[in-house]
């Protein structure tokens, strides 16, 4: 095994180590090997015809993206991104897990490069003291929709747009960098016709498998961060999944696992727990790719059918004292997967003192590394041998060639894992007709008869307390 690479420890959901009634065998495994041909097979025709065009974004130029980034960084102090979704939960997972949560605060990180905001929410308050907070002429503003439509972008976009020209009295064109469609949606419209930036979303990417577009390029590039790298990460991931066969490919293997999991014992729930900080962002990117690529009702053949498992975070060793106990004693409706970090970039020493008191003596002269990574290994072995399965992601550092690797092989999981549930995970009908209830209520043309369906709605009185 190469030092660089990131692998995953399956030993804690075999039934050798966690018991019949509560593990998987080989056999298991071996029994749907037939299938993970064929849904590989259908998966390379998809990307011979560029229909899953995120398999080959690793090998895209990145020269564009990095033009433009450096030209930013050179001209202002702030970089904010708008975004939602896939659009931001990206590229915050990326600056999260390759620079210090004090970013903005250590000029020694940035090494003059901008301070890094992003927004992905319609929260007034906190977009009010955001204003309040950042000089707009020194800012530099991205907003991503593929569609341009996106209620929540657009609005911030238009927010900001006004507090730059009551700022500034007019708009630097190159103030703006629009990122979407190539070719269609309001928003590539408006960057044509205003002067804006723009860079595009490669076509047949959607949102929640952008990262590796200029959706999270862009803002990493700005901030210093090796971009080629984190490709060449997500192109080495590639190689090891070119494999059909299951025992040797990482995201196949792990999606096989969640799958029998969740078809044959009902582990609805899989759990992915950082022993990291830096990682927590990308659980959250993680969440909603999981849950929204395969919470489906209709299988492809029309079939009614509810798939999907529930995705939630976790934070060790902090989580140890809000969730484990649920983990450990709960119903067995869960999947852990934990993220373990081989070596971090600081070493934090533990001092000694109080040497009478043993309760606490014994912690001087060891390390916070060593403590995090003993808490982590404990609490995969204890949930063994309580039954409860649990795989462990190595990851021997934190830096972009190893992050490139986690964000490709989740990806290829997923899409994967459609296959195995006979779903597409490339569509989400589920948060469409609340995103037209939307439209109606905010007066958007076209959308008249979802208000008045709102309205229409009696509320009885006697339920409200």
């Known amino acids: ?17 966690i018991g019949d009634d509560s593990g998987i065998s080989p056999e298991d495994i071996d029994s749907l090997q037939d299938e993970a041909n064929r849904i590989h097979r259908e998966l390379r025709e998809k990307r011979e015809k560029k229909e899953v065009a995120f398999f080959d974004l690793p090998y895209e130029d990145t020269s564009a993206i990095k033009h433009t980034a450096e030209d930013i960084a050179g001209k202002y102090d702030n970089f904010l991104l708008l975004g939602i979704g896939g659009s931001a939960l990206g590229p915050i997972s990326i600056h999260n897990a390759l620079h210090t949560s004090f970013y903005n605060r250590l000029d020694s990180e940035r090494n003059s490069r901008p301070k890094m905001y992003f927004l992905d929410n319609v929260d007034p308050d906190e977009t009010a003291s955001f204003l309040k907070a950042i000089d707009m002429e020194k800012t530099a503003v991205a907003v991503i929709t593929k569609s341009g439509s996106t209620a929540e972008t657009i609005a911030g976009f238009l927010i900001f747009l006004d507090a730059i020209k009551k700022s500034c009295g007019s708009i630097d064109p190159s103030q703006i960098i629009a990122i979407t469609d190539p070719v269609s949606g309001i928003l590539r419209n408006i960057a044509e016709n205003e002067g804006y930036r723009s860079i595009e979303i490669a076509p047949g990417v959607g949102g929640r498998f952008s990262v ?47 799958f029998l999991f969740n078809t044959r014992q009902g582990r609805n729930i899989s759990v992915m727990m950082a022993y990291s900080e830096a990682l927590g962002s990308m659980i959250e990117w993680f969440v909603q790719l999981w849950a929204e690529s395969l919470g489906k009702k209709f299988r492809l053949d029309g079939a009614t059918v509810f798939t999907g498992q529930t995705p939630v975070k976790a934070v060790g060793a902090t989580d140890q004292h809000s969730q484990i106990q649920l983990y450990m004693e709960g119903p067995h409706d869960k999947t852990i997967t934990f993220l373990r970090v081989g070596e971090f970039n600081n070493e934090v020493r533990i001092p000694n003192a109080f040497s009478e008191i043993g309760g606490i003596s014994y912690l001087g002269g060891h390390t916070m590394n060593e403590l995090i990574n003993a808490e982590q290994k404990a609490t995969e072995v204890a949930l063994a041998k309580a039954g409860r399965p649990n795989c462990r992601i190595d990851i021997p550092f934190i830096n972009p060639f190893t992050i490139g690797q986690l964000f490709y092989m989740f990806e290829v999981q997923t899409a994967f894992s459609g296959g195995l549930y006979r779903i597409n995970p490339f569509d989400q009908p589920g948060v469409e007709e609340g995103k037209r209830l939307t439209f109606g209520m905010m007066g958007r043309k076209g959308f008249e008869e979802k208000k008045k369906e709102i309205e229409s709605i009696k509320i009885n009185s006697r339920y409200v307390i």
């Not at 095994?1 to 180590?17: A, G, L, P, Q, R």
């Not at 590039?221 to 990460?233: K, Q, R, T, V």
């Open 212 to 258: 590796l577009t200029a959706v999270g390029l862009l803002s990493a590039a700005i901030s210093g961060i090796d971009i080629d790298e984190l490709m060449a990460g997500a192109a080495s991931m590639d190689k090891r999944c070119s494999n059909p066969d299951i025992w040797t490919n990482p995201a196949y293997m792990k999606a096989v696992m969640e």
């Open 1 to 17: 095994m190469s030092n660089k690479e990131v692998h995953i420890d399956f030993n804690f959901m075999m039934k050798e180590h």
